[in-house]
């Protein structure tokens, strides 16, 4: 058994920041007790201790206050994915069989028109029902439920646990160190594993929160330049704007600012050059829902020497390539350690997690000499031509090299020569024509891997966490 993460928390620093929002500020004492009058307030409501409810709702202090709530209640809370059309949701609901949804009045509109929720602003003016508070959570209790993207087949609903979150979060910490002074830049959704794990570190660390309801590229440019905060976690769309801002302003990095965690795929090496000349720290991490969060991530000292690696697992992670015999060997990414789930709920209940103690990513990827881990792409994002075995994400990092691009994008499409093609789909803040991105592209790929159409588009598809989602892309040309 392990301590209420929040009653813990509060009794060891009730007077220390512990939430900011838009110059609002909450101590980890005045998260203790909203939350657990939301607690008593639920109770009220009809909510059962230890239920599976599902959240809905923007990334805001309420919905902070509202999970804190299900987390005393010990309750497994299914978090909506707010981006997700109406037929989702309901297959995300309905797979979970949860008894009540809570959303946001705001995101009421997103819910499909058959369920009946309750409203935060419900929740906040009922009536309290006297609750005694857990003040321990087993190792094995189940905190929250995260449904894959769905990149193939359909989203599996991916339990995480008390010792899941606690192990990821005690592995990043051995990792980067911590200071009390820590403030941690979220400006990824609360729904998804990223956003989520910000909020696991600062109960267990003791560190502020500073809370943008979405990303806000100016924001986070001058909350980094001005040392207002010293960490922030981003994918790579995000961390090419903050860069871009801070190009644009002529600023760098605070001395203070110590990193940028840059997850959710690849990010291009030419992002990472230009960080360093703009005294950005940037730390590559690979992880995943199924790990919750960080399952290896590159130390930034280590960024230029070892361009384009993910790292080596934290400390208590186990990382092999399979049926790979030498270093640099290509294979699916295989993963062990405590931050893996125990499983799924829903259809894929039945399903184990693990063969034989690791979990199967469906991610590509090779360790080198060193043990640093290359991640190539996803499995089901490769590309077949002529036999030969394409990555779109080395096609995109070639791509976005290019001084007119700001974003691109890399699928397969059909061929009747070659079975399948690479296509490339891009965003571009400068004029540029497709013979010079060919030309571009030939200096730097083999022939077959170089672009056989080129998209100019005004934007790419992404999923919640802005990840971006290579099976849409022909959806653009239709």
């Known amino acids: 058994m392990y301590p209420n993460w929040i009653l813990q928390r509060a009794k060891l620093t009730p007077t220390r920041t512990a939430l900011n929002y838009e110059g609002q500020i909450w101590t980890f004492e005045d998260l203790k007790n909203i939350t657990v009058e939301r607690a008593e307030q639920l109770i009220a409501l009809g909510i059962k201790p230890k239920e599976r409810v599902a959240i809905l709702g923007p990334s805001q202090p309420r919905l902070i206050f509202i999970m804190f709530a299900c987390m005393h209640l010990q309750c497994e809370m299914v978090m909506l994915n707010r981006k997700l059309s109406k037929t989702e949701l309901t297959y995300q609901i309905e797979d979970a069989q949860v008894e009540k949804v809570l959303v946001d009045d705001e995101d009421l ?34 905190i929250s439920v995260m449904y894959t993207s769905g990149t193939t087949g359909h989203p599996k609903g991916v339990r995480q646990t008390v010792g899941n979150h606690q192990a990821s979060a005690l592995a990043s910490v051995l990792n980067i160190g911590l200071s009390e002074q820590d403030v941690w830049l979220c400006a990824v959704p609360l729904f998804h594993i990223s956003g989520f794990s910000i909020l696991v570190r600062s109960l267990l660390y003791g560190n502020a929160v500073k809370l943008y309801k979405k990303f806000d590229q100016d924001g986070a440019v001058m909350d980094i330049a001005n040392g207002h ?250």
């Open 109 to 142: 509109s997103l819910l499909p028109d058959d369920k009946k929720p309750i409203l935060f602003s419900v929740v906040e003016d009922s009536m309290r029902h006297s609750y005694e508070i857990g003040k321990e959570w087993p190792l094995d209790q189940t």
């Open 229 to 478: 905060v010293t960490h922030m976690s981003a994918v790579a769309v995000m961390l090419q704007r903050v860069l871009q801002g801070l190009e644009e302003k002529e600023l760098e990095a605070s001395a203070k600012f110590k990193m940028i965690l840059a997850g959710g795929g690849p990010v291009p090496e030419n992002y990472i050059e230009r960080a360093h000349r703009l005294k950005l720290m940037v730390s590559q991490t690979y992880g995943m829902t199924e790990t919750s969060s960080q399952t290896a991530t590159l130390p930034n000292e280590d960024a230029l020497r070892k361009l384009g690696s993910a790292g080596k697992p934290l400390f208590f992670n186990q990382i092999q390539i399979a049926d790979a015999s030498s270093p640099g060997e290509m294979g699916e990414i295989l993963i062990r350690g405590p931050h893996v789930t125990p499983g799924y709920i829903g259809r894929f209940s039945e399903k184990s997690s693990t063969i034989d103690g690791w979990l199967h990513t469906g991610d590509i990827g090779y360790l080198d000499e060193d043990g640093y881990l290359f991640v190539v792409d996803r499995r089901s994002d490769l590309v077949i031509s002529g036999g030969e075995n394409i990555y779109p994400a080395e096609i995109e990092n070639v791509l976005l090299s290019h001084e007119a691009v700001q974003e691109a994008g890399v699928c397969g499409v059909e061929d009747e020569t070659w079975g399948q093609v690479p296509a490339a789909f891009i965003v571009l803040k400068s004029d540029v024509t497709k013979f010079e991105l060919i030309q571009f592209c030939s200096g730097r790929l083999a022939k077959y891997k170089v672009p056989k159409y080129f998209y100019f588009v005004t934007s790419l598809p992404r999923n919640g966490s802005d990840k971006l989602m290579r099976r849409k892309l022909k959806d653009l040309v239709e």
